[in-house]
C-alpha cells in the first residue's frame, strides 16, 4: 500500500540531545515538507522541499536542518539549538503544487 | 499566501448537515481553497478543494462565493466520527517561493453530538 511512514510514533530525549525523525513515502512525490504543531495550535511549517538535494526554509526553521538525498525520503533532525522542541511533528508529501498533501500520522517528541 | 478566517468551534446534531463558513477576502485568481481536518493526535486528511465553482466528493461539498471571498464545507450527514479540528487553507499554485506551500491557521473544532 502506498503512504508515508513516520517513525518512531512517540520519542524522548534529554535536553542538549540532536534528534532525527524520519519520514518516507512510496507515492512517488517530488515535495515533502515538515509541519510542527503545539497543543491547541494550528500546523507551522518548519521546511519544506520541490526535489531532491533541494529544500526551503519555513516560518519555523530555526533550530531545524533536514536533508533531502533521496526522493522518497525527508528526515529530519531537531538540534539542540531548537529551544522548545517538545512538540508534535507532521510529515507531509505532494505530487505538485496544486494535488493535495498526505500527511503522516506524526511523531509526539518530547524532550526532558 | 491569502489568510483564512474561520468560527473557533460549532456544534451539530449527529445525521443533520454541518456547515462549516471560511472568509478568505484577500484570496488571489490563481489562489485554491482546500480544506483538511485533523482527529485528535492524527494527521490531517485531505477533504476536497476548489478554485471557482462548486466541488463535491464522497466525504463533503464545498461550496464557493462568487467573488471567492468566502467558503463553506459542507458534511451532509454528520456522524459521530465527523468530530474533528477543520482547516481551511488558501494554497499558492506551483512556481514561486511559495510553491505548493500549506499555510494552517487555527481551524474549526466541529463537535458532533448524538
Known amino acids: 500500500d502506498g503512504g508515508i511512514t513516520q517513525s518512531p510514533k512517540y520519542l524522548f530525549r534529554k535536553e542538549g540531545q540532536n534528534v532525527t525523525l524520519s519520514c518516507e513515502q512510496n507515492?512517488?512525490?517530488?515535495?515533502m515538507y515538515w509541519y510542527r504543531q503545539d497543543p491547541g495550535q494550528g500546523l507551522r511549517l518548519i521546511y519544506y522541499?520541490?526535489?531532491?538535494?533541494?529544500?526551503q526554509k519555513g516560518d519555523i526553521a530555526e533550530g531545524y536542518s533536514v536533508s533531502r538525498e533521496k526522493k522518497e525520503s525527508f528526515p529530519l533532525t531537531v538540534t539542540s539549538a531548537q529551544k522548545n522542541p517538545t512538540a508534535f511533528y507532521l510529515c507531509?508529501?505532494?505530487?505538485?503544487?496544486?494535488?493535495?498533501?498526505?500527511f503522516g500520522q506524526g511523531t509526539r517528541l518530547t524532550v526532558v | 499566501d491569502a489568510k483564512t478566517t474561520q468560527p473557533p468551534s460549532m456544534d451539530c446534531a449527529e445525521g443533520r448537515a454541518a456547515n462549516l463558513p471560511c472568509n478568505h477576502s484577500?484570496?488571489?485568481?490563481?489562489?485554491?481553497v482546500y480544506w483538511y481536518r485533523q482527529i485528535h493526535s492524527q494527521g490531517p486528511q485531505y477533504i476536497i478543494h476548489?478554485?471557482?465553482n462548486n466541488e463535491t466528493n464522497e466525504m463533503a461539498s464545498l461550496i464557493i462565493t462568487e467573488d471567492r471571498k468566502s467558503s463553506t464545507l459542507i458534511l451532509p450527514h454528520a456522524t459521530l466520527r465527523d468530530t474533528a479540528v477543520y482547516y481551511c487553507?488558501?494554497?499558492?499554485?506551483?512556481?514561486?517561493?511559495?510553491?505548493?506551500?500549506?499555510?494552517f491557521g487555527q481551524g474549526t473544532i466541529l463537535t458532533v453530538h448524538p
Open positions: 484577500t484570496i488571489s485568481g490563481n489562489e485554491y
Open positions: 476548489g478554485l471557482k
Open positions: 522541499s520541490q526535489i531532491v538535494n533541494d529544500f
Open positions: 487553507i488558501v494554497r499558492s499554485p506551483a512556481g514561486g517561493t511559495s510553491y505548493g506551500k500549506l499555510t
Open positions: 507531509a508529501s505532494s505530487i505538485a503544487g496544486i494535488t493535495e498533501a498526505f
Open positions: 507515492l512517488n512525490h517530488d515535495a
